[in-house]
T-cell receptor, first 114, second 112 residues
Framework: AQSVAQPEDQVNVAEGNPLTVKCTYSVSGNPYLFWYVQYPNRGLQFLLKYITGDNLVKGSYGFEAEFNKSQTSFHLKKPSALVSDSALYFCAVRDMRNTDKLIFGTGTRLQVFP | EPEVTQTPSHQVTQMGQEVILRCVPISNHLYFYWYRQILGQKVEFLVSFYNNEISEKSEIFDDQFSVERPDGSNFTLKIRSTKLEDSAMYFC??????????FGPGTRLTVL
């Protein structure tokens, strides 16, 4: 069965420091991986995706993520956090072999302190 | 930048009543979806829709749920007889031939 795990409910980081939000996945076929961000009272905003190719993908607002097939991980990273990055982050996976739906993780709340 | 829009932003209804949640996907998109998020829980897939028919649905999407694309722009989710446990945030999403889905701001459904 497909699943996504985000092991941290909350990540706290000081402004200017690097941040990492963790995600691991389980699919039977090859994964399509996505990160979304949700600000209060807003929908899910697409940040970046991994489909194929370079394991390091770059997305919106300076975020990037690294696909690691051996560790089945897709961690979200940013070299220098901003207070405005504080939000709820969701990792999602699609098993490209037999479904079009996204399976979401439980979300990680990122808090960036000034 | 084109966006998915949803109306209403908040819907309050009595148990047993029918509700229709409306979505306008991005105009050149071909694939449409509904997801829901019960408060404090993860986002869950409900249904996908392509070429005027359902392409996939979850076990949540039972006979009380239906979707329709009544014209070239709207995509609706109908719940025939709402239950208390249907209270959630409902998100519409759409995509083109690219793989990323674009989500609307959601409709918060409260069933009393």
């Amino acid at each position: 069965a497909q699943s996504v795990a985000q092991p941290e409910d909350q990540v706290n980081v000081a402004e200017g420091n690097p941040l990492t939000v963790k995600c691991t996945y389980s699919v039977s076929g090859n994964p399509y991986l996505f990160w979304y961000v949700q600000y209060p009272n807003r929908g899910l905003q697409f940040l970046l995706k991994y489909i194929t190719g370079d394991n390091l993908v770059k997305g919106s607002y300076g975020f990037e993520a690294e696909f690691n097939k051996s560790q089945t991980s897709f961690h979200l990273k940013k070299p220098s956090a901003l207070v405005s990055d504080s939000a709820l982050y969701f990792c999602a996976v699609r098993d490209m072999r037999n479904t079009d739906k996204l399976i979401f993780g439980t979300g990680t709340r990122l808090q960036v302190f000034p | 930048e084109p966006e998915v829009t949803q109306t209403p932003s908040h819907q309050v209804t009595q148990m047993g009543q029918e509700v229709i949640l409306r979505c306008v996907p991005i105009s050149n998109h071909l694939y449409f979806y509904w997801y829901r998020q019960i408060l404090g829980q993860k986002v869950e897939f409900l249904v996908s829709f392509y070429n005027n028919e359902i392409s996939e649905k979850s076990e949540i999407f039972d006979d009380q749920f239906s979707v329709e694309r009544p014209d070239g722009s709207n995509f609706t989710l109908k719940i025939r007889s709402t239950k208390l446990e249907d209270s959630a945030m409902y998100f519409c999403a759409s995509r083109s031939s690219g793989w990323e889905q674009f989500f609307g701001p959601g409709t918060r459904l409260t069933v009393l």
